[in-house]
């Protein structure tokens, strides 16, 4: 394949892969809450939520509103992923610690 050609398919695939990747963000569970306990995503895209667990005990992401439970061992993290959202609130929860871990997404 001439060079130029080669550089354009590698270009278009390079920008193909970021445009549908998803966007990451972050949750940390410590004392039984989520830090932050408010995240904004873009609506329409589908997104990576990474958990972080740093308490002693197992935690439980809930949310009736996306679909998702995922329970995250002690001291240890895991990835939800969902969307792509409408835009709306979606509520999710450390079920087994509901009362203090509760938290929203907001997809604008």
Known sequence: MPLPRLLLATA???F???AFAAD???LVLKDHAF???ELTVPAGKEVKITVKNTDATSAEFESED???EKVINATSEA???VGPLKPGVYNF???FHDETAQGKI???
């Open 12 to 14: 278009f695939a390079t």
């Open 16 to 18: 193909s892969f970021s």
């Open 24 to 26: 990451s963000y972050e």
């Open 35 to 37: 830090s932050p306990n």
């Open 66 to 68: 996306l679909n998702v």
């Open 79 to 81: 990835v939800v992923t």
């Open 93 to 95: 929860e450390d079920e």
């Open 106 to 108: 907001t997809a604008k």
